[in-house]
């Protein structure tokens, strides 16, 4: 699980589907991402980034 990922989106008191929304993509597949279940493209992983204020790099360190 990425909890800092999840920490990010509730300080910003944002639903998944409200990041999901914003970054092009579908709940689920948001959900998988910051459940730790699927890696997000670096297309993908720019927009969240860019959502929800980070880094997107974060999600391709180990």
Do not use: C
């Amino acid at each position: 699980m990425r909890y800092w990922l999840k920490e990010l989106r509730k300080d910003l008191n944002m639903s998944q589907l409200q990041v999901a929304q914003l970054s092009g993509i579908h709940r689920v597949h948001y959900t998988f991402i910051e459940n730790g279940r699927r890696r997000p493209s670096p297309q993908v992983a720019q927009r969240i980034g860019k959502v929800l204020n980070f880094d997107w790099t974060l999600f391709f360190i180990d």
